[in-house]
């Protein structure tokens, strides 16, 4: 095992590698800009190293400085976390090459699998099945004509480099694909520097399905299970689980052995997630394999009992894999919300300020992925995921109603956060009975915050209000500006349950 690893990553996900690592006996370094020198993975790692300004351009994309701060520490291994360098080939080939381990794939597999033309090409010669499209960038718009006109509209235009929704377009008729495949140019070049696009069929109603793969370097090759991760908008996951209730044991069995086949065939080793669409019918299609550490990693964890990033960690130090295919079965029912720094009912706005107070939800199967603490600035240099809330239970029936009371009982003064919007999705029947795909949420959304208050919340929100006022009036502020502490802030039920929280803050009773 290595003495010292480098994170190459910053927030919640800095702070999990270094947990795996303490866990080791691994001693970690942490690097951080000039916004996050307060920031709590700084002070949780045994060294921190400045790398730029605020701005991640000037900072954690800056790969020449993250292996030279490397070096200057001794650290042996660079993890990169995900996003940022996570799935960069060049930066994965630049720590080999001045000798330090990378902590992930080969960069010759992202590379493979980093572009999603070039994974849908590998895809189709190893026999995996992959939604109907083209297997290399479009050229033009007539080309796009000719090829949407074979498949039939609806059509999806996808950007080559990248995911995230960055790129991508839904195309219900001829007359708007030029002007469509135009801006997913545009917008692909300004997010991944490669304004490549590619078309596919648009299947209605699927639900997002990825599977867990896990790989050592003496080619062992493993399938973890499913993450059903259809609760998006705009193309970016909100909510994850494990299982999903759309996947029987028989097609588990099928979707794991087609991701290690992929896998294999790209010539895999580390921590890698496959994903697909799963249709109505119980089809289900390869879209593409994120080459790097999932952010909803956790709730594979818990229903395996596996630590991914450890796993990453010795895999990469060259030990094997200990278990068998048959040995790994779901246990439970786990749930992730991504506790963001957003307000739901101002379309999902950034949220930028100090947190003024944090209390954390606890209680048997809750955890909390967090980057953050009392104090922390938030501001819009990085992305608006500050933590990760997950919990587990024995059935997906337990599992909602124990994410729906932590999440009641998670309170983030300062900032407006999505943890109001978390609360009405487990609420909604439809979410209860499972009946999501990657659609659900566009078309729901509206009637989610619409729910109308509850009457005993507006009882109790009046009247801790009015003893606040009345006990503070101007010496203390709780917040002015979070989660409708002030009573005409914000107008959900939920922001009722804030005033209810804020009275046992200052030690009241309701």
């Given at each position: 095992?290595?003495?010292?690893?480098?994170?190459?990553?910053?927030?919640?996900?800095?702070?999990?590698?270094?947990?795996?690592?303490?866990?080791?006996?691994?001693?970690?370094?942490?690097?951080?800009?000039?916004?996050?020198v307060r920031a709590p993975h700084v002070r949780e790692a045994d060294e921190a190293v400045l790398i730029?300004?605020?701005?991640?351009?000037?900072?954690?994309?800056?790969?020449?400085?993250?292996?030279?701060?490397?070096?200057?520490?001794?650290?042996?291994?660079?993890?990169?976390?995900?996003?940022?360098?996570?799935?960069?080939?060049?930066?994965?080939?630049?720590?080999?090459?001045?000798?330090?381990?990378?902590?992930?794939?080969?960069?010759?597999?992202?590379?493979?699998?980093?572009?999603?033309?070039?994974?849908?090409?590998?895809?189709?010669?190893?026999?995996?099945?992959?939604?109907?499209?083209?297997?290399?960038?479009?050229?033009?718009?007539?080309?796009?004509?000719?090829?949407?006109?074979?498949?039939?509209?609806?059509?999806?235009?996808?950007?080559?480099?990248?995911?995230?929704?960055?790129?991508?377009?839904?195309?219900?008729?001829?007359?708007?694909?030029?002007?469509?495949?135009?801006?997913?140019r545009r917008e692909a070049k300004n997010a991944f520097g490669d304004d490549a696009v590619y078309l596919?069929?648009?299947?209605?109603?699927?639900?997002?399905?990825?599977?867990?793969?896990?790989?050592?370097?003496?080619?062992?090759?493993?399938?973890?299970?499913?993450?059903?991760?259809?609760?998006?908008?705009?193309?970016?996951?909100?909510?994850?689980?494990?299982?999903?209730?759309?996947?029987?044991?028989?097609?588990?069995?099928?979707?794991?052995?087609?991701?290690?086949?992929?896998?294999?065939?790209?010539?895999?080793?580390?921590?890698?997630?496959?994903?697909?669409?799963?249709?109505?019918?119980?089809?289900?299609?390869?879209?593409?394999?994120?080459?790097?550490?999932?952010?909803?990693?956790?709730?594979?964890?818990?229903?395996?009992?596996?630590?991914?990033?450890?796993?990453?960690?010795?895999?990469?130090?060259?030990?094997?894999?200990?278990?068998?295919?048959?040995?790994?079965?779901?246990?439970?029912?786990?749930?992730?919300?991504?506790?963001?720094?957003?307000?739901?009912?101002?379309?999902?706005?950034?949220?930028?300020?100090?947190?003024?107070?944090?209390?954390?939800?606890?209680?048997?199967?809750?955890?909390?992925?967090?980057?953050?603490?009392?104090?922390?600035?938030?501001?819009?240099?990085?992305?608006?995921?500050?933590?990760?809330?997950?919990?587990w239970g024995v059935d997906r029936e337990q599992a909602v109603t124990r994410m729906r009371r932590a999440?009641?009982?998670?309170?983030?003064?300062?900032?407006?956060?999505?943890?109001?919007?978390?609360?009405?999705?487990?609420?909604?029947?439809?979410?209860?009975?499972?009946?999501?795909?990657?659609?659900?949420?566009?078309?729901?959304?509206?009637?989610?915050?619409?729910?109308?208050?509850?009457?005993?919340?507006?009882?109790?929100?009046?009247?801790?209000?009015?003893?606040?006022?009345?006990?503070?009036?101007?010496?203390?502020?709780?917040?002015?500006?979070?989660?409708?502490?002030?009573?005409?802030?914000?107008?959900?039920?939920?922001?009722?349950?804030?005033?209810?929280?804020?009275?046992?803050?200052?030690?009241?009773?309701?």
């Open positions: 095992m290595f003495n010292k690893v480098l994170i190459a990553n910053r927030g919640e996900i800095a702070q999990r590698v270094i947990r795996a690592c303490q866990e080791l006996g691994v001693k970690t370094v942490a690097v951080y800009s000039e916004a996050d730029g300004p605020p701005p991640s351009s000037e900072s954690y994309l800056r790969g020449e400085k993250i292996i030279e701060a490397a070096k200057m520490t001794n650290a042996e291994a660079i993890h990169p976390g995900y996003g940022f360098l996570s799935e960069r080939e060049w930066f994965a080939r630049a720590v080999r090459d001045a000798g330090i381990v990378w902590i992930g794939p080969p960069a010759e597999a992202i590379a493979a699998m980093g572009s999603k033309t070039s994974a849908r090409t590998l895809a189709v010669a190893n026999g995996v099945p992959v939604v109907p499209g083209t297997t290399e960038p479009l050229e033009n718009a007539e080309e796009a004509e000719k090829i949407a006109k074979k498949f039939g509209y609806p059509v999806l235009l996808k950007a080559a480099a990248g995911g995230g929704g960055k790129g991508m377009r839904v195309v219900s008729a001829q007359k708007d694909l030029a002007s469509a495949l135009e801006a997913a596919e069929k648009f299947v209605t109603r699927p639900r997002h399905v990825e599977i867990q793969v896990l790989a050592d370097s003496h080619g062992n090759v493993l399938s973890l299970g499913e993450r059903e991760c259809s609760v998006q908008r705009r193309h970016q996951k909100m909510i994850e689980e494990a299982p999903s209730v759309a996947v029987t044991p028989e097609l588990r069995r099928k979707m794991g052995e087609t991701a290690v086949r992929a896998a294999r065939a790209a010539g895999y080793v580390n921590a890698g997630t496959c994903e697909f669409l799963l249709d109505q019918s119980g089809d289900f299609y390869f879209l593409e394999m994120n080459t790097r550490l999932q952010v909803e990693h956790p709730v594979t964890e818990l229903v395996t009992g596996i630590d991914l990033v450890q796993w990453q960690l010795r895999i990469a130090a060259g030990e094997m894999l200990p278990f068998r295919q048959e040995d790994i079965a779901p246990q439970g029912w786990a749930i992730e919300c991504r506790i963001t720094s957003e307000e739901a009912s101002n379309n999902f706005l950034p949220s930028t300020g100090r947190i003024e107070y944090l209390h954390l939800p606890s209680g048997p199967g809750v955890r909390w992925d967090g980057g953050v603490e009392s104090g922390s600035e938030i501001g819009l240099y990085y992305d608006p995921m500050l933590a990760k809330l997950i919990v999440l009641v009982d998670l309170i983030i003064l300062g900032i407006e956060t999505s943890r109001d919007f978390h609360i009405r999705v487990m609420d909604d029947d439809e979410f209860r009975r499972g009946a999501i795909d990657i659609q659900w949420l566009e078309r729901r959304l509206a009637s989610i915050l619409e729910r109308p208050p509850n009457e005993e919340s507006a009882r109790v929100a009046a009247i801790a209000g009015a003893l606040l006022a009345e006990r503070d009036r101007g010496a203390r502020v709780v917040s002015t500006t979070s989660n409708g502490v002030t009573p005409t802030a914000r107008r959900s039920d939920l922001a009722l349950d804030t005033w209810k929280q804020a009275a046992r803050v200052e030690g009241l009773r309701d």
